[in-house]
């Protein structure tokens, strides 16, 4: 081959490989995720929001937008709730979808929350797959003996952040489910509800002895 076609490949190969490097670094593939294992906390949730739904009562749902960002661990939640439910014969009745930058806190804004629980019947549940109802104190007045029942997924250093005690002491709180501290680096695979057992807890009014501790009580 010419000695300078050779060069020109070359630099072609160099050229290209950059690129490439370059696109990867600016576009991150996100790490694999154990879909099983966000199926059954989606599962989970869902049976836990049917007994508490009497006849005629709505499932209220607060969940990620999937656009612009959209975060594997959260699709897979959401298609396990949809489709226990849809076994179940029910359907949600209200979906409430907030955009959010999956580097940002996991939070629903308060007052949209205020307004859901404001809007929903006593016999009516909320199932939010972005944390627990933070409210104020004036919002809770507002609210006076309005109580839907709320399920929550906070999971993560969410509960450090939060006080889920004092939440479910507001009664603004029926279940969370928060990660095990002493969750293994790689949960049982291929198995949905085992590996839910070993990465996460299903947290009810009788269990807040096993919360952790909430960082803002040290302060």
């Not at 949600?92 to 979808?97: E, K, N, P, S, W």
């Not at 929550?152 to 006080?163: E, H, I, K, N, S």
């Amino acid at each position: 081959m010419n000695p300078s076609k050779t060069i020109n490949a070359l630099a072609v190969a160099t050229t290209l490989a950059a690129v490439c490097g370059l696109y990867w670094f600016l576009h991150p593939r996100p790490p694999a995720i154990d879909r099983q294992l966000h199926i059954a906390l989606g599962e989970l949730l869902a049976t836990e929001a049917l007994k508490l739904a009497p006849p005629g009562a709505r499932i209220i749902v607060i969940a990620r937008d999937p656009l612009p960002f959209q975060v594997p661990a959260s699709a897979a939640q959401l298609d396990g709730f949809l489709r226990t439910l849809k076994r179940s014969g029910q359907r949600v009745a209200t979906f409430h979808r907030i955009q959010l930058d999956p580097l940002r806190q996991v939070a629903v804004p308060p007052g949209d929350f205020f307004e859901l629980i404001r809007r929903a019947g006593d016999g009516d549940v909320i199932v939010s797959f972005l944390g627990p109802p933070v409210l104020d104190a004036g919002q809770l007045a507002k609210l006076g003996s309005q109580r839907p029942k709320i399920l929550a997924v906070c999971t993560g250093a969410l509960p450090a952040r939060v006080d889920l005690r004092a939440i479910f002491g507001q009664r603004l709180l029926s279940g969370v489910v928060i990660s095990r501290a002493d969750a293994p680096a790689h949960a049982v695979s291929g198995n949905g509800a085992r590996a839910f057992e070993q990465v996460f807890k299903w947290i009810t009014p009788g269990d807040l002895t096993e919360l952790p501790p909430f960082a803002g009580a040290r302060s």
